[in-house]
């Protein structure tokens, strides 16, 4: 499920305007309802402003009423373009560690997942076609001292993604 922006700044918001249970509000929020409730003690975030989920649209006061009248009903996040594309970001910070891992990553994938093309590689572990073109033919700068090491177990990628994209390039092999 998508979480809404800020979820603990939502949380408090809607502990201190609304009348949902301590379990919706985490469920929406992502958050376990102890921390709520102590969100509405004033043990935790009480330096927090809340943020309204329905001035930036995020949430319609009808689904807010829905719910208060139904303590089992669910907060369903609104469907808004705009907050689909910051939900979605691009590209972020990769740390330094996980940036002279990327090397190892590709090295296991060119030896373990040949049918792996150069354009999915790079999808899959962020990373540049001259890297891994230079990883392949052997002249990466540090290629001597690269020990292949599997990505997932790196954070480079997950393994669902890892299993997407090898699903994919052996279905395209097989063509």
């Given at each position: ?26 469920d929406f929020c992502g958050m376990h309802s ?142």
């Amino acid at each position: 499920m998508t979480l809404p922006l800020m979820p603990k700044a939502t949380a408090v918001w809607l502990v201190e305007n609304t009348g949902l249970t301590f379990q919706q509000i985490a469920d929406f929020c992502g958050m376990h309802s102890l921390e709520v409730q102590a969100i509405a003690d004033g043990d935790v975030a009480s330096n927090i402003m809340g943020l309204n989920p329905i001035a930036n649209e995020q949430l319609t006061e009808e689904e807010i009423k829905r719910c208060e009248a139904d303590p089992q009903a669910a907060l369903q996040l609104s469907a808004h373009p705009e907050i689909e594309k910051l939900l979605n970001k691009g590209s972020r910070y990769v740390s330094q560690s996980k940036r002279l891992d990327r090397p190892a990553g590709i090295l296991w994938l060119v030896k373990n997942h040949p049918e792996l093309s150069d354009s999915q590689i790079v999808k899959l572990l962020k990373t540049t076609k001259p890297t891994i073109v230079a990883i392949r033919e052997k002249t990466h700068k540090n290629f001597h001292n690269i020990q292949a090491r599997n990505p997932v177990t790196l954070g480079l990628c997950s393994e669902t993604d890892l299993n997407a994209a090898v699903a994919m390039a052996v279905k395209i092999v097989k063509k």
